[in-house]
């Protein structure tokens, strides 16, 4: 010991490299992780441009019927960008006019991307801009809500009702089993099969080359033999 230091020895090393390999970390957890729907569950690495919603046309009628619960409120008019505020009023408003019933309430869609802002009359450049809040991108004939309980079919649709009005946007209550959405295409009567099945118009019907001639039919008089004779 000189001047208040320890001196490490090789001992002291290599036990303090036993110790540190001897920890157990765990590498799971059985309880359920308290995420919240209106924040992302990593940060962002950049700044999300401002982007489209995917809007899946190639047959996938994913995020468009219920799956959890017994009903759903789905968006039928065209996809937008919804902000966590709005979000939270939907949600909010569905708990207060189901409050003291029994059900569960699953939110489809999570608050992932990043909007940012700049000041009124700012100049080109320098960036993208600060923090505002978070958002989600909502395709069109996405769900956006389920409820799973004991509930009347007329008190979820006024819950629903009442959601939709705080929501941009125009929507409708589906069930479980109602069929899925193509783009704005139900699956009513209409399989995912003959969706995808080229559409091919009729082969066009032939003409033959040599189509015999008829004689003129004309409903005219015949000319009087005294003007045929004038104009020989």
């Known amino acids: 010991m000189k001047h208040g230091v320890i001196s490490a020895g090789p001992w002291s090393r290599s036990a303090f490299a036993?110790?540190?390999?001897l920890q157990i970390f765990r590498a799971f957890s059985t309880s359920r992780p308290n995420l919240d729907w209106l924040l992302p569950k990593n940060?962002?690495?950049?700044?999300?441009p401002?982007?489209?919603?995917?809007?899946?046309t190639g047959g996938s009628s994913r995020g468009t019927t219920v799956v959890w619960g017994d009903y759903g409120l789905r968006m039928i008019d065209q996809h937008r960008?919804?902000?966590?505020a709005q979000l939270k009023n939907g949600e909010e408003t569905i708990r207060k006019r189901l409050r003291g019933l029994k059900y569960r309430l699953f939110k489809r869609i999570c608050a992932n991307i990043g909007v940012y802002t700049k000041g009124n009359e700012s100049r080109m450049g320098k960036g993208k801009g600060s923090f505002d809040h978070?958002?989600?991108?909502?395709a069109v004939s996405r769900v956006i809500f389920e409820i799973q309980g004991d509930l009347h079919e007329r008190v979820v649709k006024e819950a629903f009702r009442l959601a939709a009005n705080k929501l941009p946007g125009l929507y409708e209550c589906i069930k479980k089993g109602d069929p899925g959405v193509v783009g704005i295409t139900k699956l009513d009567g209409v399989t995912l099969?003959?969706?995808?099945?080229?559409?091919?118009?009729?082969?066009?019907?032939?003409?033959?080359?040599?189509?015999p001639m008829e004689p003129l039919k004309t409903d005219h008089p015949p000319a009087h033999p005294a003007?045929?004779?004038v104009e020989s």
């Open 193 to 211: 099969e003959e969706l995808k099945r080229p559409r091919r118009y009729p082969p066009l019907r032939q003409i033959p080359d040599e189509i």
């Open 81 to 84: 960008r919804l902000s966590a």
């Open 134 to 138: 978070w958002a989600a991108r909502v």
């Open 50 to 56: 401002k982007g489209r919603p995917r809007v899946c």
């Open 18 to 21: 036993i110790s540190s390999s």
């Open 227 to 229: 003007l045929s004779a």
């Open 43 to 48: 940060a962002e690495k950049k700044r999300s």
